[in-house]
């Protein structure tokens, strides 16, 4: 066999010339194989895009050549690799328009999720000065509207939003089908609480589809007393997909209504589709809520057999169902069993001990959480560990955790973390202690602070301190009518019979009704307080955990054996 003279080299695919180190090896397969189809297949990192850059600029293929430099930035859009500055460099100053309308909506989609709405809609602007009139098409406006309702404020982004939204109108593009464009001005309206505006472009909408239903589906959902509306339209709809499916079952359950999740749950299994993580952590919730062991271990079930790959998700609503319903050794097999563990996993395995369970096993595994190695806990972690040691009456301890929150982990107490230390102290008899603690709650917080210790004295006997704290509710307070209501129960538990008609006359005079009193022993009124007045859009995960807690923490839990449902 005659050897190869040395320099000789067998036939190279175009991928091979493309990932070579030597750029002569990359022209030349692009002179043979021809450019456009390298430009297509082999630019699959920077420095390729580079060097292909490099050559059309030095061949002077650029120029008078859009297909070209379409196909040169599409590929640098498309990489992963390439910073968001390159890309918009090639788009305002190298390459020369007019570019082909397919690579300049391929790179706004790419740089949508990488760089800030007003550099995105500056870059559009700039686009639109000199590519116009062949610039834009209905595909240019889908990234700008989802980068607006992706922004930590869609509100702030709604004037510039209505200019898109004109600018398709002037252009005719809103209402051509496939309707990409106007699901995403759907999607932004929805995001940015514009749900009037977002009803009336759905019926303006002579061409929907699935997505356009599940938009407003769940912009509905995401409103008060919207669920009924959101219902409506599902039932209306004639295709869905495991999207609808999944905002209906949790929008049920955000609704607190989770028997209606779990009907919608049995009814997506009767007609065969298949679920989604997203609908087994439904699922669980709802039979969290209910209190209904068979049925979640139901869900369980379904989710071994259904699903190969780990979900932290899903997992972590299962330990949180088991806690809920007072198995919390089987919450704490599915936890023990983890490989990975978030904040959110310890923090609903934590509560799951201290409020549902034994909570000194809750105290221990908070210790094993604040290790070296593992995650740092939050406000939630803190609410869990006060609840414990208001359990266990570990006056000292709840102290000393009460104190590490801001001077160890830098965490300011909220209304939450002063009530379940008033809790503490009054579980100890410490009621003046607990009074003197609630005294420094911020004013707007205080009467109902002061509220919930009432509660606590009416049951404890103290009559003095309660008739003192009921004036001052009244004094902070003279249009409530709950604590004029409290401060005769206050009497009329006292023997104080002369009293208590006194504060009932006053009362009819002023034509207030009876409504009940506070009590600190109930977390649900506390959490519902928590959220209505402290709630902060940086809290959002903190303030569902703490909603769904309150609403289970009294509520017993009666075993199911029978089957309830399946998921597909």
């Known amino acids: 066999m005659t050897p190869k003279p040395r320099g000789a080299a067998g036939p190279r695919s175009p991928l091979m ?10 022209a030349a397969a692009i002179i043979v194989d021809g450019l456009p189809h390298f430009l297509r297949r082999a630019l699959r990192t920077h420095s390729a895009v580079l060097c292909a850059h490099a050559f ?6 650029l120029l ?12 640098s859009a498309c990489s992963a690799a390439s910073p968001p500055a390159h890309v918009l460099r090639l788009l305002l100053q190298h390459l020369p328009p007019p570019l082909p309308l397919f690579s300049i909506d391929a790179a706004l989609r790419a740089l949508a999720p990488r760089i800030p709405f007003s550099a995105l809609l500056s870059l559009f602007a700039s686009l ?10 209905r595909f240019s406006f889908p990234p700008l509207l989802s980068a607006a309702a992706s922004a930590a404020s869609p509100r702030l ?5 209505l200019t898109l939204h004109a600018q398709l109108l002037r252009r005719g593009l809103l209402f051509s089908a496939p309707p990409h464009a106007a699901n995403a001005l759907l999607h932004f309206y929805a995001a940015a609480g514009r749900l009037s505006s977002a009803r009336h472009l759905f019926d303006e909408m002579p061409f929907r589809d699935i997505a356009s239903c599940n938009t407003l589906m769940t912009a509905f959902v995401g409103t008060a007393g919207g669920i009924d509306a959101a219902r409506q339209l599902f039932d209306r709809m004639l295709l869905r997909n495991v999207v609808s499916w999944n905002v209906m079952i949790n929008g049920y359950v955000k609704a607190k209504r989770p028997e209606q999740a779990l009907e919608v749950v049995r009814w997506m299994a009767a007609v065969g589709v298949r679920g989604t993580g997203t609908t087994v952590v439904g699922a669980a919730t709802a039979c969290a809520r209910l209190g209904r062991l068979g049925a979640g271990r139901e869900v369980h079930c379904a989710f071994l057999r259904r699903f190969e790959d780990d979900n932290l998700l899903v997992w972590t609503a299962l330990l949180d169902m088991y806690s809920k319903c007072r198995r919390v050794k089987a919450a704490r097999t599915v936890f023990d069993r983890l490989g990975v563990r978030n904040l959110v996993c310890w923090n609903a395995m934590i509560i799951g001990h201290c409020v ?6 809750g105290i221990k595994l908070f210790h094993q959480m604040i290790r070296p190695g593992n995650v740092r806990p939050d406000e939630v972690t803190f609410i869990g560990v006060l609840c414990a040691c208001a359990r266990l009456g570990l006056l000292d301890d709840g102290r000393s955790y009460f104190e590490q929150m801001s001077t ?35 004013e707007d917080l205080k009467a109902r602070a002061l509220g919930g210790l009432l509660g606590l004295c009416r049951f404890r006997g103290e009559w003095g301190l309660g008739e003192r704290i009921a004036l001052r509710l009244i004094e902070l307070e003279p249009n409530n009518n709950a604590h004029y209501a409290l401060l005769c129960s206050v009497y009329a538990a006292a023997g104080r019979w002369e009293e208590a008609h006194r504060m009932k006359a006053t009362m009819k005079e002023r034509n207030e009704k009876f409504s009940p009193g506070y009590r600190l022993v109930n977390l649900n009124e506390i959490i519902h307080e928590f959220r209505a007045r402290e709630k902060q859009p940086e809290n959002q995960e903190i303030y569902a955990i703490l909603d769904d807690l309150a609403t289970r923490l009294k509520l017993g839990c009666k075993e199911n054996v029978q089957s309830d ?4």
């Not at 010339?17 to 990359?26: M, R």
Request: aromatic share 10%; hydrophobic share 40%.
């Open 56 to 61: 059309l600029l030095r061949r002077g293929l």
């Open 64 to 75: 008078g050549q859009p297909v070209h430099a379409g196909l040169l930035l599409t590929a």
């Open 157 to 161: 982004h709604l004037p510039s939003a």
């Open 565 to 568: 449902f399946g998921i597909k």
């Open 408 to 442: 160890t982990y830098n965490l300011k107490p909220t209304f939450a973390h002063y009530w379940c230390m008033a809790n503490l102290y009054g579980s100890v008899g410490l009621l003046e202690e607990a009074e003197g603690l609630l005294q420094s709650v911020p």
């Open 17 to 26: 010339a493309a990932t070579s180190t030597s750029p002569h090896s990359a």
């Open 356 to 361: 549902y369970g034994e909570p000194g096993d």
């Open 128 to 137: 639109l000065r000199s590519h116009h009139p062949l610039f834009p098409d």
